[in-house]
């Protein structure tokens, strides 16, 4: 007895790639609650020590960070809808290659911006 083919090979490969979309959804999820946290931390600093509008330029620096925060979670959201639909289409084309170009540059970005926040801290 002959199993019947499935109607899509790729089953697997989508499979995959949806996991991967989910994992970019639960780390662009996390960068915008951090980001959201170090505004709303900043703030609070701001109530305790019952801060002058003036001399508000203390915290404003976390303010911009837990901003960009935000930001970067939302473009890492589009990126990783963008990867996902982009990746599918390659899938059903059956002409997939991996992206190492930009894996690599996206490795090289997370070190320097780690290494500078790094310096900062220090």
Same mark, same amino acid.
């Given at each position: 007895?002959?199993?019947?083919?499935?109607?899509?090979?790729?089953?697997?490969?989508?499979?995959?790639?949806? %996991?991967?979309?989910?994992?970019?959804?639960?780390?662009?999820?996390?960068?915008?609650?951090?980001?959201?946290?170090?505004?709303?931390?900043?703030?609070?600093?701001?109530?305790?020590?019952?801060?002058?509008?003036?001399? %508000?330029?203390?915290?404003?620096?976390?303010?911009?960070?837990?901003?960009?925060?935000?930001?970067?979670?939302?473009?890492?959201?589009?990126?990783?809808?963008?990867?996902?639909?982009?990746?599918?289409?390659?899938?059903?084309?059956?002409?997939?290659?991996?992206?190492? %170009?930009?894996?690599?540059?996206?490795?090289?970005?997370?070190?320097?911006?780690?290494?500078?926040?790094?310096?900062?801290?220090?």
């Amino acid at each position: 007895m002959d199993s019947p083919s499935p109607k899509n090979r790729h089953v697997a490969e989508h499979l995959a790639n949806e %996991r991967t979309l989910l994992a970019w959804i639960r780390t662009s999820i996390a960068v915008i609650t951090l980001g959201v946290a170090i505004n709303r931390f900043s703030l609070f600093l701001m109530e305790v020590h019952q801060l002058a509008p003036e001399s %508000r330029v203390s915290n404003l620096h976390a303010e911009k960070v837990g901003i960009g925060l935000v930001a970067l979670g939302i473009v890492l959201l589009c990126g990783g809808t963008w990867h996902y639909l982009h990746v599918g289409r390659t899938i059903e084309n059956e002409t997939y290659r991996p992206a190492n %170009r930009t894996l690599v540059l996206t490795s090289l970005a997370i070190v320097v911006v780690g290494g500078s926040a790094l310096i900062w801290l220090f």
